[in-house]
């Protein structure tokens, strides 16, 4: 997943490798105009196993269409792991009427 259309919902799943559990550890999709700014958008995952699931809803999704960074970071309050990182394109809608 690497586009969307702006104001959509999207199930993402994410399988992580370099892990041997999940136990302890939350999930977090992140989303940033640029790598070191706050972030605009965050939504923590579900887990089993090594697989995250995100529900991102269509207000997370309603921002200017434009290429943000996003990425999938795990963390257990000690140790922090960045799954994947990678450009987002918010695209623009037909469903929008602005």
């Known amino acids: 997943m690497n586009a969307i259309y702006r104001g959509d919902s999207q ?18 999709f992140i989303v940033k105009d640029d790598l070191g ?19 991102i809803t269509s207000s997370e999704t309603d921002i200017s269409a434009d290429n943000y960074n996003y990425g999938v970071v795990a963390s257990n309050g000690v140790n922090v792991y960045t799954v ?12 929008r009427t602005e």
């Open 37 to 55: 700014d706050t972030p605009l958008k965050s939504n923590t995952g579900s887990t089993e196993s090594l697989t995250a699931t995100f529900n």
């Open 84 to 95: 994947r990182q990678y450009t987002l394109t918010i695209k623009d809608s037909i469903n």
């Open 11 to 28: 199930t993402i799943t994410v399988n992580i490798t370099g892990l041997a559990t999940l136990s302890g550890y939350t999930v977090v």
